[in-house]
């Protein structure tokens, strides 16, 4: 499965798309109202990707192991400390509701850090290669 994101930003313009296995959609969110650019940065993009890919996982792994979700709240949060320096300090917090045991929460929340591809890829330290304009 191959995905992809693309932003489009030229003055009164601002177009965010994401895509998987071929299907496109568009995510609203704005252009910077102050000047060139997009309202949100990379590093908060970098934890909503965090955060929506471990909500999903759980969503996922819950139906795998048929454990019933009633909802799931997961934040993330993260240090910068200048430009051009990477993310420190990297956490992320879920709360589950569910009728399930808090045993079987607690093993289902450690099962799904454990297959959480976002995570799994920045812990892996993967390399990001920049290629030619086209």
């Given at each position: 499965?191959?995905?992809?994101?693309?932003?489009?930003?030229?003055?009164?313009?601002?177009?965010?798309?994401?895509?998987?296995?071929?299907?496109?959609?568009?995510?609203?969110?704005?252009?910077?109202?102050?000047?060139?650019?997009?309202s949100?940065?990379?590093?908060e993009?970098?934890?909503?990707?965090?955060?929506?890919?471990?909500?999903?996982?759980?969503?996922?792994?819950?139906?795998?192991?048929?454990?019933?979700?009633?909802?799931?709240?997961?934040?993330?949060?993260?240090?910068?400390?200048g430009?051009?320096?990477?993310?420190?300090n990297?956490r992320?917090?879920a709360?589950?509701?569910?009728?399930?045991a808090?045993?079987?929460?607690?093993?289902?929340?450690?099962?799904?850090?454990a297959?959480?591809?976002?995570?799994?890829?920045?812990r892996?330290?993967?390399?990001?290669?920049?290629?030619?304009?086209?």
């Open positions: 499965m191959e995905l992809s994101a693309t932003v489009r930003n030229a003055p009164g313009q601002h177009v965010a798309t994401v895509s998987t296995s071929g299907v496109t959609q568009a995510v609203a969110i704005p252009a910077k109202a102050s000047g060139p650019g997009s949100l940065n990379g590093g993009l970098l934890l909503l990707a965090l955060a929506t890919c471990y909500c999903n996982d759980l969503y996922r792994e819950a139906a795998r192991l048929g454990i019933p979700l009633e909802g799931v709240e997961v934040s993330a949060t993260a240090t910068f400390a430009v051009g320096l990477a993310a420190s990297i992320y917090r709360t589950v509701q569910s009728p399930a808090p045993q079987v929460i607690d093993d289902l929340l450690r099962q799904t850090d297959v959480a591809e976002v995570h799994n890829t920045l892996a330290g993967v390399a990001v290669e920049r290629v030619a304009r086209t």
